[in-house]
């Protein structure tokens, strides 16, 4: 049965080869995935913190912006309380608005006051200052160069469609020198206090503040784009015109809020951020724009890509190597499972087919014997009749007769034998079937005792009985009549001429046990291993009658009624056989009586 | 010069007692711009200002006479005095080259001054102690806007004439101005700074010509 360990079948060693494919197939597919979500999820990342970035210094910058211009309102307000601006105004006295508004500005005005060292970082000085009237018309000064010189187109631009309800923020591009230097304007609204109409508007410009650029990437440029053009010294005239039209593009395409977009400035990958600097205003809208060199960062993330690849690879190899661990551990059982279920099946075949042999063998020997039986059965009854016919008739004489007689007893005999074997076949056969009812055994002992007591014997036995009045046990009578009688018949036959049978009979538990002795001849320790076998006959009897099967019959019948039948004992005193049976009514957990 | 003050008063006071005496004169109603619930207690005017627009509240106007007349030989001293952060009085007609004091009534500085076309002046941070009084001759005709520097909303008003004839109306618009000389004549009504309206009038001697506006 046990097969030789063989190299796993074809079948097994597919299976685990595509076992370790799959693996190593959903493996790479795991790492690719989370290599490229990775990397995107980290270039996201960068440009995110870089905008977040931008974002930020915008917003501290516009909230500079803010302070400053609420500073510049407070003084507005206060200025546009001054009677004497207020007189200029209203009382049709331009002449002297610039006059009279030179010592309420002279505080605000770049140069006027303070150290030098402070103007340059002061936020609130301005370079220059005019009025607008009602209309948004720019009022020239008599003397440009106390309130800080324009060119004519420059003071053009400063004008509005109309005295501003609220501040304007606006940048102009300066012609002055080469650099195009981008100032930020702010018109201010001036108040009647009498009308509580807007009556003029103060037009501050400053130089613009600077964005609080990222000082961990010093090669942030930053500008303004304005009409078109963008204001960024850092840049060469061609690059700036080209961002200048990207950007154009980028904020005609996406809306007047913001863009970002990454660009080539130079030949070096950037990315560029542009958010309006003066949303809602009525001057032309401005654009801050920042320019990061992506240098660092392509380098960066170069690197990380590189990184990237060589932990996927280790990890790859890693997966690999675990999935071909993973792939032998998996297919082992399945390579037992293969290996045992081919010798399983071989053992199989060989048990069934002798299972099938023997169950034929059986089958052949059971129907043979049933044959035999029946056949034997019917000439023996005829036998029998002629005998008894024969000697019915007076003709024979009286010797002849007592043969014929002893012939008819031999006619019984084979009978029995005949009946013993059939039932036996149909034991074998499997067709015997118990038919379980309750039976006291006490009344068979006594019955068959009353027989024995009428049997014309001259052994002269003395029979002691121990049997309790009532001993009901689980089985079929007749069968359990047979079984007695051939154990009582049993210790007849072998008992010595005037020896003892003690029959004793008590329930132990769950069974009831029966002990039939005699004293006769010991049977020998050889023997007794062989004494329900079948034709088995003690050495001791020729003369005994007997045909070798009462034993094996008894016992046979006793495990079909779910007992069994031994030999207790046999000696030069007692040979003892005990057949137990199912009591009908076992005592429930009453102490079993000892004897 | 000082004497001939009380003088005019006391004619200008008598003038209406003795109606049955035949002058050159022109009498009427201005009809005034409406103004809600007017205070009656109030006595003096303020000047408020609507839209750029300067008139006194509650509303009265100035009714003069224009016209080539001879000059005065001197003129008396008028006062606009700043009493309870306002000048007072808030309106003030006068001839062309009149002087007027500006006296300070308050317990604090005032600085007196005015971009107006018709007369610019400063007169500076001055206490009520201040001697001489600080005052400015006015000697172009036109309408100038008295404002303090220190005190953002005082705001007077001085109507500066070419004429020895005016008069201003009641609250209720009427008004009558005597003494007129006899003639073709353009009668004239200051409303507020901005409008002024005009029409002839031809005056018989001793006789009180009718006139309302508009």
């Known amino acids: ?70 500073v510049l309102a407070e003084r507005c307000r206060t200025l546009a309380r001054r009677p004497r601006i207020h007189a200029a105004l ?35 000085r301005a370079r220059f200052y005019r009025f607008l009237d009602r209309r948004g018309a720019v009022l020239s000064p008599p003397d440009p160069a106390r309130e800080g010189a324009l060119a004519p187109a420059e003071e053009a631009a400063l004008a509005l469609p ?8 606006g940048y102009l591009a300066r012609s002055a020198g080469g650099a195009e230097p981008v100032d930020e304007v ?119 890509t590189w990184q990237f690849l060589a932990a996927g690879g280790l990890l790859l190899l890693g997966a690999f190597a675990a999935s071909e661990l993973l792939a032998v551990r998996l297919s082992a059982p399945v390579e037992q499972l293969a290996v045992k279920s081919e010798a399983d099946r071989v053992g199989r075949r060989q048990a069934e087919a002798a299972l099938e042999l023997t169950s034929e063998e059986l089958q052949r020997s059971a129907r043979f014997s049933a044959d035999a039986s029946h056949q034997l059965k019917t000439p023996v009854t005829v036998l029998r009749a002629g005998l008894e016919e024969l000697l019915a008739s007076e003709i024979l004489p009286p010797e002849t007769r007592e043969e014929l007689a002893a012939l008819v007893h031999q006619t ?81 036959k072998y008992s010595r001429t005037g020896g003892r049978v003690r029959i004793a009979a008590w329930a132990e538990g769950p069974w009831a046990i029966l002990r039939i002795a005699n004293n ?76 | 010069m000082k004497p001939a003050r009380p003088l005019l008063l006391l004619a200008l006071l008598l003038a209406p007692a003795r109606p049955g005496r035949a002058e050159t004169a022109v009498e009427g109603t201005v009809a005034l711009p409406k103004s809600p619930a007017a205070p009656v207690m109030v006595k003096r005017y303020e000047i408020v200002a609507k839209a750029g627009v300067l008139s006194t509240y509650p509303p009265v106007a100035v009714v003069y006479l224009e016209g080539e007349f001879p000059k005065a030989a001197s003129l008396p001293v008028e006062q606009v005095a700043q009493q309870n952060f306002a000048f007072v009085p808030a309106l003030l007609a006068i001839r062309a080259g009149t002087r007027v004091e500006f006296p300070n009534r308050d317990d604090t500085y005032h600085n007196i001054f005015s971009y107006s076309p018709a007369k610019r002046f400063d007169l500076g941070r001055y206490r009520p102690d201040e001697r001489p009084i600080p005052s400015v001759l006015f000697d172009t005709p036109g309408l100038v806007v008295l404002r303090c520097d220190i005190h953002e909303h005082m705001r007077g008003l001085i109507l500066v004439l070419d004429t020895p004839y005016w008069v201003v109306t009641g609250t209720d618009g009427r008004y009558r101005l005597s003494g007129l000389p006899p003639g073709h004549h353009t009668l004239k009504v200051w409303l507020d700074s901005h409008t002024t309206l005009s029409r002839t009038v031809d005056l018989a001697p001793d006789t009180t010509l009718r006139a309302d506006f508009p």
Not at chain 1, 223 to 242: I, K, M, S
Not at chain 1, 426 to 438: T, V
Request: charged share 20%; net charge negative.
């Open chain 1, 1 to 70: 049965m046990t097969a030789p360990v063989q190299p796993p079948p074809a079948g097994v060693a597919r299976f685990r080869t595509r076992l370790l494919l799959a693996m190593m197939l959903v493996v790479s597919a795991a790492t690719a995935l989370s290599l490229f979500f990775a990397q995107r999820h980290v270039a996201a990342a960068a440009q995110r913190s870089l905008n977040q970035e931008f974002q930020d210094a915008l917003a501290s910058l516009h909230a500079v912006q803010a302070v400053r211009d609420a």
């Open chain 1, 90 to 124: 209203e009382d049709n006295a331009l002449d002297l608005l610039y006059p009279s508004s030179e010592d309420e500005l002279s505080d605000v005005r770049e140069g006027a006051a303070g150290p030098a060292g402070e103007r340059e970082t002061y936020a609130l």
């Open chain 1, 162 to 169: 109309g005295a501003p309800g609220r501040p304007q923020t």
């Open chain 1, 186 to 304: 702010i018109a201010m609204p001036i108040v009647s206090t009498e009308t509580g109409e807007v009556i003029a508007a103060l037009v501050l410009g400053f130089k613009p503040l600077e964005l609080a650029g990222a000082p961990t990437d010093a090669a942030l440029r930053s500008g303004v784009w304005l009409d078109g053009r963008l204001h960024l010294p850092a840049l060469g005239a061609p690059a700036r015109a080209a961002v200048a039209a990207r950007i154009a593009r980028a904020l005609a395409a996406g809306g007047p809020g913001e863009a970002s977009f990454p660009i080539d400035v130079e030949g070096t990958p950037s990315l560029l951020f542009c958010l309006r600097l003066n949303p809602g205003s009525l001057y032309p809208p401005a654009y801050q724009v920042s320019i990061y060199p992506l240098t660092a960062a392509v380098a960066r993330q170069r690197r990380l």
């Open chain 1, 412 to 492: 019984f005999r084979l009978t029995s034998v005949i009946e013993d074997l059939l039932l036996l076949s149909r034991m074998d056969a499997g067709r015997l079937q118990i038919d379980f009812r309750r039976v006291d055994l006490t009344p068979l002992v006594e019955a068959w005792l009353d027989d024995w007591g009428a049997l014309p014997d001259g052994r002269d036995l003395a029979v002691e009985t121990d049997i309790p009045p009532a001993l009901v046990v689980s089985g079929e009578a007749r069968y359990l009549t047979l079984i007695l009688q051939n154990l009582l018949e049993n210790a007849r």
């Open chain 1, 520 to 595: 006769g001849d010991p049977i020998p320790p050889a023997a007794q291993a062989h004494i329900f076998e079948r034709f088995h006959r003690g050495p001791v009897g020729e003369n005994v009658p007997g045909h070798g099967l009462g034993l094996n019959l008894a016992r046979e019948l006793a495990r079909l009624h779910r007992g069994d039948l031994r030999l207790a004992r046999s000696d030069e005193a007692w040979t003892e056989f005990e057949v137990r049976f199912r009591l009908a009514d076992p005592a429930p957990a009453a102490a079993p009586e000892v004897r």
